[in-house]
């Protein structure tokens, strides 16, 4: 049996496109936001919303790039961090945010992406 998987817990904020916090992608899994968990598996970034049936994948392939914050898609965290996944899929350009409760939790989070993300 392999090592366990990275996961944890985090609340989904939201898919932004072409970088309008107003306007939001809206495929299924992406549209609902709420507190969840998260997971690394088939070289995909899994969150599953709490009280859901559907969860949200992003292939690691299609990340470019990892950026902090403490606002995304019109939702403020109260100032706390806000890890921004941006990435592509079919020519738009997206940004998925990811509220934490702690820099260390949320610092984490953006380093097993960007690790994953260049092993493939």
């Known amino acids: 049996m392999s090592e366990r998987e990275p996961s944890g817990s985090a609340q989904y904020l939201g898919t932004e496109v072409a970088g ?11 549209s609902a936001r709420g507190n969840g968990t998260y997971r690394f598996e088939d070289r995909e970034l899994r969150f599953h919303r709490a009280l859901t049936k559907h969860g949200t994948r992003i292939p690691l392939g299609l990340v470019t790039g990892v950026s902090f914050g403490t606002r995304h898609a019109g939702t403020w965290n109260a100032g706390k961090p806000i890890v921004k996944v941006a990435w ?27 690790s994953r993300r ?3």
């Not at 309008?20 to 992406?30: D, E, V």
């Not at 899929?89 to 984490?108: I, K, M, T, Y």
């Open 118 to 120: 260049s092993a493939g």
């Open 20 to 30: 309008k916090w107003w306007k939001r992608y809206r495929a299924p899994g992406f």
């Open 88 to 114: 592509e899929l079919e020519g738009q350009q997206l940004s998925s945010g990811f509220g934490f409760g702690d820099r260390e939790s949320a610092e984490a989070f953006a380093a097993e992406i960007e």
